[in-house]
């Protein structure tokens, strides 16, 4: 691991919720699976020329996706359609040749999408393209001609399904080659007591609930408006130490997305208010805005601990195993029964 950056926040803007020290670092995987020579099985090259070369992923698998019927003050309850991605989104230019990563056989065309089963079982979806093949058609790749990027989309989607399950198309072992070398970053905490209300720390008493803003980029900066894009960690995990060291909760991993998805049900129990994709859907308009990704860590009864002061540690990693972390200090300072 080397170190790629480090800096300490003292008492950052109100604004910015958590008003207490705070340090941040990120490390790159030097040794990230990643980097491993191409596996004989399951990996497939790029499905845009050239397919030997990486090319910007602007949508990771697990990105937050988010369609607002009313504002952008999302949570449980609110109206829209808000899912996962299930798939990357692979810039390209409009028009460009979209070609299989396997070989297999079309089993599903539609207006703006294919599907291959591919000859090892596996599912092959490429999306935002107008098809060039039909049902039952055999097809070659790196040869055979799926579709053309359709206007105005500047990508193709791609999705892999096996038995059933969606898988990660940038885990090691399936999309190669591909390599990052820029860490993710958790950028605040936010905390709310019992009824809602943001709190600025440090100080905290009674039920609380902790949140963090996190978020990757795309190892290839995409073109366009797309440069100002963000894209998701693949795992998000927290832990709460002591004094000594010693950890009084967690480890707890609340998000991880390096295999497959969590189900379309526990979004807003993955995600938290105040969370839009790039670029998002509100109120029928579409915003020029890059996202926001809010990650819910946990409730915590703070009289479940002693008084005095904890680090609370959260830390992001991408697929390739590049970290950021943020360790903040929380005091505990319940008043006694009386």
Known sequence: MVVVALMQQSAPALAHGWHALSRRHEKIDRRSACLAARPLFDSYGWPVKPFDRPHPVRGNFGDPRTTFFGDLRGGPGTPGVFLFHNGVDISAPDGTAVYPVTGGRVIDVDSDNVTIAAYDG?????????????????VTPDRTVLGHILARLGHVHL?????????????????????????????????????????????????????AVAHDVPSIAPPGNWRAAIVSPATLS?????????IVRGPATVFDVRHTLPPPRAFWQVYSAGTFQNFPVSARHHLTTAGTYVFHLTELDTEAVPNGAYALTVRATDICGNTGTLRTTIQVANRPNS
């Open 122 to 138: 596996r599912h092959l979806q490429y999306w935002h393209i107008a098809p060039n093949v039909i049902v039952g058609e055999a």
């Open 159 to 211: 999705a892999e399904i096996d038995r059933g399950d969606v898988v990660n198309p940038l885990l090691p072992g399936h999309l190669f080659p591909y390599d990052d070398s820029k860490p993710p970053r958790v950028d605040r905490v936010i905390v709310t007591d019992e009824h809602g209300r943001t709190l600025f720390g440090p100080t905290v008493d009674g039920s609380i609930t902790i949140s």
């Open 238 to 246: 927290w832990w709460l130490t002591g004094t000594d060291g010693s």
